[in-house]
């Protein structure tokens, strides 16, 4: 069977030299799995690795089954340590009866042919839509920027944490419980804060403001 990298122009050792730094010597085996995650988990996956040495696929198990915009480092440690205790036990629970005559090996092995391998194979899901829309807001920005650099511009490392925002404004709309006064008001009076806090930096540098005056932004 061919290797699923020889179809692609990038190898796992190309692919890899893109992570964070705190992932570039992660096995090439895991390569993949990692890189296939949406940017706004590429970070905290990052800060947990340099913080402590886990089980990348554990890792990337946890965070696909999560579905979870906002987790931590210390969430992804905490599920990495608890999977590799878990696996720990039972391998010191097969030890012990090694001596007897019949084999237990197979009751104690069942769990593990009960564990799926679908959320591992499953891909993420998909952000061309956030990468698109961010990449949308970067020409109505600066609108003699060309489509190809704005669509570089939104998988860049600079924009990483406006992706992000894009990503959860994105999934704080669409959830079921959007509807909801406790949620709308919620988020009305989170965009109006943040709105004055970014004005208020923007008045801070005059020369920016007055380039926002002269492309026609509005100022209030």
């Not at 020889?6 to 893109?18: I, L, M, N, Y």
């Not at 944490?161 to 959007?178: H, N, P, Q």
């Not at 009305?188 to 970014?198: A, R, T, V």
């Amino acid at each position: 069977m061919p290797d699923p990298w020889e179809s692609s122009a990038e190898t796992p050792e190309r692919a890899r030299e893109k992570l964070p730094e705190s992932l570039r010597d992660i096995p090439l085996s895991d390569v993949e799995a990692v890189a296939s995650l949406p940017m706004i988990y590429l970070k905290p996956l990052a800060d947990a690795y340099a913080t402590e040495k886990f089980d990348i696929p554990r890792a990337v198990e946890y965070i696909n089954t999560s579905n979870n915009v906002f987790i931590t480092p210390e969430e992804i440690c905490e599920a990495a340590r608890s999977s590799s205790a878990s696996g720990g036990i039972e391998a010191e629970g097969e030890a012990a009866p090694v001596s007897l005559p019949t084999p237990p090996p197979a009751p104690a092995e069942k769990p593990k042919e009960t564990k799926p391998a679908a959320p591992e194979a499953s891909a993420p899901q998909p952000i061309r839509e956030d990468l698109d829309h961010l990449a949308r807001l970067l020409m109505l920005c600066f609108r003699d920027m060309p489509k190809i650099t704005a669509e570089s511009m939104a998988e860049s490392d600079l924009l990483r944490e406006v992706l992000a925002v894009v990503s959860a404004k994105r999934l704080a709309v669409g959830s079921k419980y959007a509807a909801s006064e406790f949620v709308l008001l919620t988020l009305l009076y989170l965009f109006h804060q943040s709105e004055k806090e970014i004005r208020d930096s923007i008045n801070q540098k005059p020369s920016l403001k007055k380039l926002l005056e002269e492309k026609g932004y509005p100022q209030d």
